[in-house]
């Protein structure tokens, strides 16, 4: 079994990042603390992230290339393209409490439209509600880009809510939505 300092500092840095991130928040961690449980120096930190906001885009970048966030689901090539866009309004709880989307939160806790987060959030969730776009039109639906930043909308709120209520159950009253929406655009 590899040891965290078998890995590279940046990994190591980016696993401790992810594990804090996820268990407290983006805010509630500092940097000192990341530097502990990578273990690195704060100097080796600053060397591969000079600024949170860096290692707060790398976290999502990781999250994203790793297939880690509702948008995986959207690129299963073994799931038909209507079970795509289905699967996501189901939230999945992992340990501990149910936790809602790390894009949203990066953009709450870096609400500067200009900062790296923020501008990498606005980013992935075009890219996002494109791709639901292309698997709707795919479907033969009507107005697909509309109906897509409409499905985008409900799958937020589900992670939303559903993060509020610690409740992954709130995905279904949002699929029910979201089929009924796809229905009306496939007549």
Known sequence: ???PRGRGGRERILAAATTLFEAQGITATTMEQIAAAAPVSKRTLYIHFPAKEDLVVAYLRHLSDAGLTMEGMLDREDLPARDRVMALFRVHRFDGPVRGCPFTAAATEFPDPQS??????RERKQQFT??????LAELGARDADRLAEQLAILADGVAGRAMVFDDPDRGDYARAAAETL??????
Do not use: D, G, Q, V
């Open 182 to 187: 796809l229905e009306a655009a496939l007549r």
């Open 1 to 3: 079994m590899e040891t």
């Open 116 to 121: 790296p987060p923020h501008a990498y959030t």
């Open 130 to 135: 494109s791709r639901i776009a292309e698997l």
